[in-house]
C-alpha cells in the first residue's frame, strides 16, 4: 500500500519570503564584474589575493563564488575604480618578504 505525503505529523516551517535574497544583488554585482575581466586582470586579482589564477577564471566563467563576501566586494570595487594596479619590481617584492 503506498502512502502518500499527508500521512504522518505536521511540521513547522519559518515563513520567509524567498523571493528577496539580499545576497542576489551582490552576486548580480560580482557577476557583472568579472564579465569585464581580462586574462591579464585575472592574473594580477590572483596575485593580489593569493590564489590561483584558474580560481579567477572560475569566477568570470560563474561556476564558483569567493568563499569569503569580503572578496567579492573588493573585485566589485577594483572593476568600478577601473582596474587600478601598482608595479612591483623584483627588489621591491624582496625587500617585502623581510
Known sequence: MALGSKVGRP???????MVHDPDLV??????????QLRYSDTV??????????????????GATFP?????A???????????PRKLVTQAGAA???L
Not at 551582490?26 to 564579465?35: G, I
Not at 594580477?44 to 568570470?60: H, P, S
Not at 568563499?67 to 572578496?71: A, M, V, Y
Open 11 to 17: 511540521y513547522q516551517v519559518a515563513d520567509i519570503e
Open 26 to 35: 551582490l552576486y548580480d554585482q560580482f557577476y557583472d564584474a568579472c564579465s
Open 44 to 61: 594580477a586579482l590572483a596575485r593580489a589575493f593569493g590564489i590561483g589564477v584558474r580560481t579567477v577564471r572560475n569566477w568570470k566563467a
Open 67 to 71: 568563499t569569503r563576501r569580503g572578496i
Open 73 to 83: 566586494s573588493l573585485v566589485i570595487i577594483w572593476v568600478t575604480n577601473g582596474k
Open 95 to 97: 625587500a617585502s618578504m
